[in-house]
């Protein structure tokens, strides 16, 4: 069963501050993803990653940066949290080869004040 | 952009009852997949298709890339089918974007 691991699972950050959100993966995925949640919007693409040291522009990337340092990790990191990145965040993987799903972690709640 | 546009937002169906959840797509799309949001939060992956239809249990999805829409149906809904539904569209070898989800709620 393919594992994708967040964290952390919950998180409240002032706003101006930073915040990195991690996501390990066991699967050897080669694509990550970044994606957020609001209520109304279903999933919004932020970044993601098909190979490490590598990361590309989603849907909404203003406000988010993103790292992948190996194949097993992938970060978003949000420089100076805002009240409006207050949301859910979820994380997923899939394998390059043709006709695959993605695997998603458990989800982020970041609660910026 | 490219789109994914999923209807209906919500639905009601009594025990026993079926429907059929939408989405239609404003580009050509290489594969669908639909995913199930659970009591805990979780995205469960109910189908992957590149093209035509497949069926599980009580669930069936079809997918036609050149009309740009893609189906899930629902039969003999139960109330453990309640939550909230998502369609999701690879646009390219990479990138996968998400409808806005229909919000099923089973009633007895």
């Known amino acids: 069963e393919a594992a994708v691991t967040q964290s952390p699972r919950s998180k409240v950050a002032v706003t101006g501050g930073k915040v990195t959100l991690s996501c390990h993966q066991t699967?050897?995925?080669?694509?990550m993803y970044w994606y957020r949640q609001d209520t109304g919007h279903g999933l919004r693409l932020i970044h993601y990653?098909?190979?490490?040291?590598?990361?590309e522009k989603g849907d909404i990337p203003d406000g988010y940066k993103a790292s992948r340092p190996s194949q097993e990790n992938f970060s978003l990191i949000l420089e100076l949290a805002s009240l409006s990145q207050t949301a859910v965040y979820f994380c997923?993987?899939?394998?390059?080869?043709?006709?695959?799903?993605?695997?998603f972690g458990e989800g982020s709640r970041l609660i910026v004040v | 952009g490219d789109q994914v546009e999923q209807s209906p937002s919500a639905l009601s169906l009594h025990e026993g009852t079926g429907s059929a959840l939408r989405c239609n797509f404003t580009?050509?799309?290489?594969?669908v997949q639909w995913f199930r949001k659970n009591s805990r939060g979780s995205l469960i992956n109910l189908f992957y298709?590149?093209?035509g239809t497949k069926e599980n249990g009580r669930l069936k999805s079809a997918f036609d890339s050149k009309e740009r829409y893609s189906t899930l149906h629902i039969r003999d809904a139960q109330l453990e089918d309640s939550g909230t539904y998502f369609c999701?569209?690879?646009?390219?070898?990479?990138?996968?974007?998400f409808g806005k989800g229909t919000h099923l709620h089973v009633l007895p």
């Open positions: 298709l590149a093209s």
């Open positions: 580009t050509t799309m290489r594969a």
């Open positions: 999701a569209a690879d646009t390219n070898a990479y990138k996968v974007i």
């Open positions: 990653s098909y190979v490490a040291d590598s990361t």
């Open positions: 997923a993987s899939r394998t390059s080869n043709s006709g695959n799903t993605l695997y």
């Open positions: 699967n050897n995925h080669d694509y």
